[in-house]
């Protein structure tokens, strides 16, 4: 069975520079949130933003559409300094609905190397009294290994201020673990193929351990039914999310969806 909607099996969309300058203008980009759950209890445990375009002709468009064009323009810090507002202002909604949930936001190359990053989000932080423990920051993996003395200096500093690391799209194969992270995500596929067993459990099992020195939670992505998840918590994987779960939801369908939990 496909669990994936339409919307993320839409074909990618070509915007003109005008198109995005009027999306961003006009509040059109906006994250929607996936649930992370807590392996096997199914707790909800945290949320990760991700961009949508709410296109007024379109309907709403997945980051395939409109992610490649920004970076190709220079434009992916305007994108992911708005996730990060409109996803603090979302995880604020939470707390004052009694939820105590942290959001996880991607972030970019040229936020890591910003030496700047810790202190400005710091700022934001102190505007909206949240602490700093509400906001994971996930960097792709690949990236990280492309910018290692970046990495080693910021994922420490960010850690130290009481943030949440990420390292995004990990494969048990890498052999490289980034300084400081405190959540490993594992790649899409991972559960798929540990599930239909195509991935070595020795090499996720190795990752999984190395975690737990390093107290270093892992987080499965993409997962769709129950041998997926059967087969990650057997080997103490500790979390997990994807269709089988929750579909990535609009603010105020998170909200609701939370509430009636």
């Not at 990495?151 to 890498?174: N, Y």
Request: proline share 8%.
């Amino acid at each position: 069975m496909n669990c994936t909607p339409a919307l993320e099996r839409r074909p990618a969309q070509t915007p003109s520079l005008e198109d995005i300058w009027r999306a961003l203008a006009n509040d059109q980009l906006l994250p929607w949130f996936q649930a992370i759950v807590e392996l096997p209890s199914r707790r909800v445990i945290a949320a990760e933003a991700l961009a949508r375009w709410r296109h007024p002709a379109l309907g709403i468009l997945p980051p395939a559409s409109f992610v490649p064009a920004l970076e190709a323009r220079g434009m992916l810090r305007q994108l992911t300094e708005l996730m990060l507002e409109k996803s603090l202002y979302s995880c604020l909604d939470w707390r004052r609905q009694g939820f105590d949930l942290p959001v996880s936001v991607n972030l970019g190359a040229e936020s890591l190397l910003d030496p700047e990053l810790p202190s400005r989000l710091l700022q934001q932080l102190r505007i909206l009294n949240l602490p700093a423990s509400c906001l994971i920051l996930e960097f792709n993996s690949r990236m990280l290994r492309s910018h290692q003395a970046a990495a080693g200096f910021m994922l420490p500093a960010l850690h130290a201020a009481g943030f949440g690391v990420a390292a995004d799209d990990f494969s048990p194969d890498d052999g490289w673990l980034p300084p400081a992270a405190s959540v490993l995500k594992l790649a899409r596929g991972c559960a798929q193929n540990l599930a239909s067993h195509h991935q070595p459990r020795a090499a996720l099992s190795a990752i999984l351990s190395q975690a737990r020195r390093r107290n270093a939670a892992v987080v499965a992505i993409g997962v769709e039914n129950e041998s997926e998840c059967a087969a990650l918590a057997a080997l103490g994987c500790n979390a997990a999310q994807g269709y089988l779960f929750a579909p990535p939801m609009s603010p105020s369908e998170f909200s609701e969806w939370i509430s009636s939990g």
